[in-house]
């Protein structure tokens, strides 16, 4: 009896703190369920950041959809637009200690507003990748 009161409780309190919150809460199928919604949602950003160049759309992709370890043609497919080479990243390298200087970096955008982002890629994996530097949802 207890039980119900108890997953009503957490998901009234995901409503106030988000989904993300909950996503570590051990509710069975939840994760599964956030999933699929962000998968769902994925070609309507795509095609946003696509045609309109959509600021917003670019950040729910690069937070929803990259990941480390991606390779460039993964990441390519997952914002939807392919990334070209940035041969001018040896200035980047230098002044942050996390690249080598053989790692590669591309760049994706730009977006309406003018912003294009830079990624690092090791041995063709994606690295030092925050989605959390992507505000949005």
Sequence with gaps: MIRAPITLVLCLAGL????ETLHNAGIPGLEQYV?????????????RFQVERDPAAFNWLLRHRVRT???????????????????????????????QTTD????????????SVILFF????????????????
Excluded: H, T
């Excluded at 993964?74 to 637009?81: H, K, M, Q, R, T």
């Design 104 to 115: 590669i970096a591309y760049r994706w955008g730009p977006d309406s507003k003018g912003r």
């Design 35 to 47: 999933k699929d919604e962000v998968a769902i949602a994925a070609p309507e950003y795509r095609e």
């Design 16 to 19: 106030l703190v988000g989904c």
């Design 122 to 137: 090791r041995d063709g994996k994606l690295i030092q990748f925050n989605p959390n530097d992507f505000p949005g949802e």
């Design 69 to 99: 370890g991606m390779s460039v043609g993964e990441v390519s497919e997952a914002l939807g637009d392919a990334g070209e080479e940035f041969s001018n990243s040896q200035a980047l390298k230098k002044n942050a200690n996390e690249y």
